[in-house]
Nanobody
Framework: QVQLVESGGGLVQAGGSLRLSCAAS????????MGWYRQAPGKQRELVAS???????NYAGSVKGRFTISRDNAKNTVYLQMNNLKPEDTAVYYC?????????????WGQGTQVTVSS
């Protein structure tokens, strides 16, 4: 069974920074995609950023230039460095892991961590 454990959320003033971490444990395929999604109250969950095991990244337009996703494959851990935070970044942030096996795909989610940005 795969588990994703997130940490690093909290309350910060606008313009501040936070760093989220997500550690995956269990059977992790060497080829995978890890990412961060967020969901604000009354809104749908949206992709924030993702990174492949090879290091290719993808960002939502609203966070480009402010957020940086990175990973440590040896530790099966993904990070999200969030700089110049804005009140609209307030949401629950979820870690995601996607893996493709020979016959099926696997998707796992973390429990979520709250990020609150005050104006």
């Amino acid at each position: 069974q795969v588990q994703l454990v997130e940490s690093g959320g909290g309350l910060v003033q606008a313009g501040g920074s936070l760093r989220l971490s997500c550690a995956a444990s269990g059977i992790i395929f060497s080829s995978n995609v890890m990412g961060w999604y967020r969901q604000a109250p009354g809104k749908q969950r949206e992709l924030v950023a993702s990174i492949t095991s090879g290091g290719s990244t993808n960002y939502a337009g609203s966070v480009k230039g402010r957020f940086t996703i990175s990973r440590d494959n040896a530790k099966n851990t993904v990070y999200l460095q969030m700089n110049n935070l804005k009140p609209e970044d307030t949401a629950v942030y979820y870690c995601n892991l996607d893996m493709k096996g020979s016959f099926r795909a696997y998707e796992y989610w973390g429990q979520g961590t709250q990020v609150t940005v005050s104006s």
